[in-house]
């Protein structure tokens, strides 16, 4: 018996008036200023949004000459602070990007020596890269420190950031040269003439260095260290697209590049971070040198895939467990330092004041997901987006294998809903278009799975039920009647079909042996997570179940694991890209396929690519081919049909159709349409979806302003050897507030005393130490590191004082110095100090102050004249190569991708960590 699902929209269902996404997720971090949208339209608050290109010194210009309304590309540090007094315009500041060095660590061939393929040479490059100039002095204080794949501001830095103390990488270039000197002549080498050689050649290293920022500072400075160090320089200046190509797209014994200044935006916050973690430290993912590709030299660690995947997958039975496994992938991959953190940046994006309806994204600030679906100008439909590039010839907008790049996800992210995205101001995982009812039996426990559910078989080629005996961890039921009610934007339905096919796409590419050969990257890095799916069970029209073997101590995390499909491309298009690339072998997914068979790289703007899906499309339909199998579900009475062949003609004809009219492939569903893209312009169009049905209005999705962790006051006095010690101080911030902190003595790096801090009211705490602590000091200066955090902020606040200990003498009430934080705190609307420091003015703090002044200049004036003499070409140990040429200049297909997991449809949700972590820029 067959039973067939119509896939026409109940009129019922129309009517459904969705709950406002701010009451599921909860306002209580929020500052709400007054927002008055300009209508209760289904959709965003403007009709058009434009996308253009600009240079990023001359974007202040351009913003005040009205030729944009804000700017999503971090301005250069200058011109953001010549921008904070203009009147007409706002500056809205996030650590929305982070900056790191990858080394490349693959061993030399027979009669060379490649430096970083030795670890303490790579340890010892943690000490040679000073952080703290580069943030105080090349981004003038608008950056802050980074040791670790997370940040000062990030909620894991509680679980890490004694790791990184006790790790000692504060800037050392002495003991860094020594570290180096050891390990180069212990591995053979030779230093003639301040140059290191190896078989009486001089070693070369090869510095790709960006160009369009900060890190061409960034990179000279670490090049003169080097050169110091004893190591010959062939810098070359890339920007974007060219940087991409040679880093990520060759194999690391090939040796075209043995260090890169990397760049990474940030999505949304994560309150636990998963994804990042294993993206920066752990091999398995496909993020580090060798990419997972096939036949590249690769980096590999097992203990650290070990810990990752477990991590991944939720292998741990509390927060604790979880929080000691990140701590030792922490140490590990600091041990290793194949990815060396530099700094997270104070990102300034300018807005004319006159827009209204932006929401500040803790991580992403307005480039998140929020803002473009509220914002809103008076007296103006439409809104103009500046950005530094609209189109590179690395940005490829396919959901299998591309959008690896910020460029095009800035402009994606507003074109589709995604099931699930982290709150922005928790960082914790939140129904978007779908709901969800979690239930698990972990961490101990298993869950029966029903033996009716269904799993992709790729031997059979069909759905076949999983039978008795299957467990799992967790079960969730998701509810997919908001994405239901609304068409694509091509006006067909959105149904259970889209879903299965995209459940079914991932599996078949991940174990169909032959689909595995050609997309080998996206295959390898999916397995692991999809080894974890333990059956689906389709419940009725608009609900599927799935079951996985996953837990996790916050539930939301298991439901934004286990999602079945993320919804961004209807199934007829999916169904053509995989003709193409799996029937025909015309086209590729992933980059490195790409190169490997000399394919295009398959991009839905452009309209080469575009052309070979819609012949494909054209074929399917003139025979009238649908993927039968992957619509055709086991039941108790014989089988299910969710679509036929006649209603596929119809639906390939309506895309064939948009084709005619846009010119490009890319129909989704969220509250914007791409209604033109034009690469060599840099421009791209998007339209308003005002379909009745669409279940958002644009006050629905208004977040505002997060109310950050403020110190408000702090009692610090010295410290009286022998007796007992308390300080004191105060919190300002919404939810229930904690303090945790470390001592160090400032002489030795050793942590005297660490913990939690004691609670007197719910905002005033205390730190105590006892007399027997005290008594156990030296004479001398001490650091008190501060970090304080809130259940309802994915944000930290971090402080550091310093405590004087001495002998009490009687009568004495000496004040407290308290030095700068060391994060970089800002408002989340102009910048402005929050930062409130119990501290009186005095003629001596005056006097430190100066001098401490002509220090930094002396400084910054030694360092920068260090780094102009390092940029001479004629230098005998330094060849330096520019390749700045414009990135909309073709480039040939091929090479690995940006981050080849990102794109695979099924993947794109359950790798969330990564995709709201951070992607290259």
Same mark, same amino acid.
């Given at each position: 018996?067959?039973?067939t699902?119509s896939?026409?929209?109940p009129?019922w269902l129309?009517?459904?008036v969705p709950?406002s996404? =701010?009451i599921i997720i ?21 009709e058009?949004?434009y996308?253009k290109?600009f240079n990023?010194d001359?974007?202040?210009l351009?913003?005040e000459?009205g030729?944009?309304?804000?700017y999503?590309?971090?301005l ?5 602070r010549?921008?904070?007094d ?11 990007s982070?900056?790191?060095?990858i080394l490349?660590?693959a061993?030399?061939?027979e ?7 030795i ?11 000073d952080?703290e ?6 981004y ?7 040791y670790?794949?997370?940040a ?5 830095y509680l679980t890490v ?5 006790q ?15 050891d ?5 053979g080498a030779?230093?003639?003439?301040g140059?290191w050689?190896?078989?009486e050649q001089?070693i ?5 260095? #960006?160009?369009?920022?900060e ?8 090049r ?7 190591f010959?320089?062939a810098?070359n200046?890339?920007?974007f697209?060219?940087? %991409?190509?040679?880093?990520y797209?060759t194999?690391?014994?090939?040796f075209?590049w043995h260090l ?6 940030r999505g949304?916050p994560n ?21 997972k590709?096939v036949?590249f ?5 097992e203990?650290?895939?070990d810990?990752g ?10 927060q ?8 030792e ?5 600091l041990?290793?330092?194949?990815r ?6 104070m990102?300034a994006?300018?807005v004319q004041?006159?827009?209204?309806g ?8 307005p ?17 103009t987006?500046?950005?530094?590039w609209v189109?590179t010839?690395r ?8 959008f690896g790049d910020?460029?095009?996800?800035d402009?994606?992210?507003?074109l ?5 995205w ?6 914790i ?7 969800y009812?979690?239930?698990?039996a972990?961490?101990?426990g298993a ?9 992709w ?8 039920n999983?039978?008795?005996?299957v467990?799992?961890?967790?079960k969730?039921?998701?509810?997919y009647s908001?994405y239901?009610q ?9 149904s259970m079909?889209?879903v ?5 796409q ?8 032959d689909k595995?050969k ?8 999916a397995?692991?997570?999809?080894d974890? %799916? ?9 609900r599927?179940?799935?079951y ?11 439901a ?5 499909a993320a919804?961004s ?8 890209m ?9 086209a ?12 295009p790289w ?5 309209d #080469? ?6 012949k494909?499309m ?11 199998d992957?619509?055709?579900?086991p039941?108790a ?5 969710l ?5 596929g003609?119809?639906r390939?004809t309506a ?9 490009h492939?890319v129909?989704s ?6 209604e ?6 840099q421009f ?11 279940p ?6 208004? #977040?505002g302003?997060?109310d ?5 006051e ?6 009286d ?6 300080v ?6 919404p ?10 003595d400032?002489a030795?790096?050793?942590i005297?005393?660490q ?16 007399a027997e602590?005290?008594?156990q ?6 650091e008190?590191v501060?970090?304080?955090y *809130?259940d309802?902020? =994915?944000?930290?606040?971090e402080?550091? %004082?310093?405590?004087e200990?001495?002998?009490?003498? %009687?009568?004495e ?9 060391s994060?970089?705190? *800002?408002s989340?609307t102009?910048s402005s100090?929050t930062?409130?420091?119990?501290s009186s003015?005095?003629d ?9 002044e002509?220090?930094s200049? *002396? ?5 920068s ?6 940029t001479?070409?004629?230098s005998?140990?330094d060849?330096e ?8 200049e073709s ?9 080849p997991?990102?794109g695979?449809?099924v993947?794109?949700?359950i ?7 951070r992607r290259?820029?």
């Amino acid at each position: 018996m067959k039973t067939t699902w119509s896939t026409k929209i109940p009129a019922w269902l129309l009517k459904v008036v969705p709950i406002s996404l =701010a009451i599921i997720i909860g306002l209580s971090a929020s500052v709400l200023a007054q927002y008055d949208p300009p209508h209760e339209e289904p959709g965003p608050a403007v009709e058009r949004l434009y996308f253009k290109a600009f240079n990023v010194d001359r974007a202040p210009l351009d913003l005040e000459a009205g030729e944009m309304d804000l700017y999503y590309f971090n301005l250069k540090i200058a011109a953001a602070r010549e921008l904070r007094d203009k009147e007409g315009i706002q500056l809205y500041e996030a650590p929305a990007s982070t900056i790191s060095l990858i080394l490349n660590p693959a061993p030399a061939p027979e009669g060379r020596l490649n430096p970083f393929s030795i670890k303490e040479v790579r340890q010892a490059m943690q000490r040679l890269v000073d952080r703290e100039f580069v943030t105080r002095e090349i981004y003038q204080g608008q950056a802050a420190p980074m040791y670790t794949n997370v940040a000062s501001t990030d909620y894991d830095y509680l679980t890490v950031f004694d790791v990184i103390q006790q790790a000692e990488l504060d800037y050392d270039p002495e003991y860094a040269r020594q570290l180096i000197a050891d390990a180069m002549t212990e591995a053979g080498a030779e230093l003639v003439d301040g140059v290191w050689h190896f078989n009486e050649q001089p070693i070369r290293l090869k510095f790709i260095m #960006r160009v369009e920022d900060e890190r061409r500072e960034v990179g000279d400075l670490i090049r003169a260290a080097l050169q110091d160090a004893g190591f010959a320089i062939a810098a070359n200046r890339q920007s974007f697209a060219p940087a %991409i190509q040679t880093v990520y797209a060759t194999d690391p014994a090939q040796f075209e590049w043995h260090l890169y200044t990397e760049g990474w935006g940030r999505g949304a916050p994560n309150r636990y971070d998963f994804g990042g973690i294993n993206s920066f430290y752990a091999p398995w993912l496909g993020n580090m040198p060798g990419w997972k590709e096939v036949g590249f030299w690769h980096y590999e660690n097992e203990e650290l895939d070990d810990l990752g995947e477990r991590l991944f997958k939720g292998e741990f039975a509390d927060q604790a467990e979880r929080d000691d496994m990140y701590r030792e992938m922490t140490r590990i991959g600091l041990d290793e330092s194949v990815r060396i953190w530099i700094a997270t940046v104070m990102n300034a994006f300018p807005v004319q004041a006159g827009v209204e309806g932006i929401t500040q994204d803790l991580a992403a600030g307005p480039r998140g997901l929020w803002s473009l679906r509220s914002a809103y100008k008076a007296g103006t439909d439409e809104l103009t987006v500046g950005h530094l590039w609209v189109w590179t010839e690395r940005t490829t907008w396919n959901p299998v294998g591309g959008f690896g790049d910020v460029y095009s996800n800035d402009i994606w992210r507003h074109l589709q809903d995604p099931a699930v995205w982290n709150d922005p101001f928790t960082g914790i995982p939140a129904p978007f278009r779908i709901d969800y009812e979690v239930e698990t039996a972990g961490p101990e426990g298993a869950l029966d799975v029903p033996a009716d559910a269904i799993m992709w078989n790729t031997q059979r080629g069909r759905w076949t039920n999983v039978g008795e005996e299957v467990t799992a961890t967790s079960k969730v039921v998701y509810d997919y009647s908001k994405y239901f009610q609304a068409p694509w934007h091509h006006g067909q339905a959105i149904s259970m079909a889209d879903v299965l096919y995209s459940i079914y796409q991932g599996f078949d590419l991940s174990y169909n042996p032959d689909k595995a050969k050609i997309e080998t990257v996206i295959a390898t890095t999916a397995r692991p997570f999809l080894d974890t %799916i333990k059956g689906y069970r389709v419940l009725d029209e608009n609900r599927i179940e799935a079951y996985v073997e996953f837990r996790h101590f916050e539930q939301n995390y298991i439901a934004s694991y286990g999602i079945p499909a993320a919804l961004s491309t209807p199934w007829q298009i999916l169904n053509s890209m995989d003709e193409l690339v799996f029937g025909q072998r015309r086209a590729a997914y992933s980059d490195t396929a790409a190169a490997r068979y000399n394919v295009p790289w398959i991009s839905l703007v452009l309209d #080469r690519d575009a052309r070979l899906v819609r012949k494909a499309m054209l074929d399917l339909r003139r025979l009238e081919t649908i993927p039968t199998d992957v619509f055709t579900l086991p039941t108790a009475d014989g089988e299910m049909v969710l679509t036929s062949s006649e209603e596929g003609v119809e639906r390939y004809t309506a895309v064939l159709e948009w084709f005619d009219e846009k010119g490009h492939m890319v129909i989704s569903n969220g509250p914007f349409m791409l209604e033109r893209y034009d690469p060599p312009a840099q421009f791209a169009e998007l339209v308003a979806f005002r379909d009745e049905s669409y279940p958002f209005t644009a006050s629905d999705l208004y #977040r505002g302003l997060p109310d950050l962790i403020e110190y408000t006051e702090i009692e610090a006095p010295p410290i009286d050897l022998g007796a007992d010690y308390e300080v004191t101080l105060t919190l300002d911030g919404p939810g229930n507030l904690s303090l945790r902190y470390l001592l160090i003595d400032t002489a030795s790096g050793e942590i005297i005393q660490q913990g939690d801090a004691d609670t007197l009211d719910p905002n005033w705490f205390a730190i105590r130490m006892t007399a027997e602590t005290t008594d156990q000091l030296e004479l001398g200066i001490y650091e008190l590191v501060l970090v304080a955090y *809130s259940d309802e902020l =994915a944000r930290m606040a971090e402080r550091r %004082i310093e405590l004087e200990a001495d002998i009490a003498i %009687i009568g004495e009430e000496p004040a407290a110095e308290e030095t700068e934080s060391s994060e970089t705190e *800002s408002s989340d609307t102009e910048s402005s100090d929050t930062e409130e420091a119990s501290s009186s003015d005095s003629d001596e703090e005056s006097s430190e102050a100066a001098v401490e002044e002509e220090e930094s200049e *002396s400084e910054t004036e030694e360092k920068s004249d260090e780094a102009e003499s390092d940029t001479e070409s004629d230098s005998e140990s330094d060849t330096e190569s520019e390749s700045e040429s414009a990135e909309v200049e073709s480039e040939p297909a091929g090479g690995l991708p940006v981050n080849p997991v990102v794109g695979a449809v099924v993947i794109i949700i359950i790798l969330g960590g990564i995709l709201l972590a951070r992607r290259r820029r």
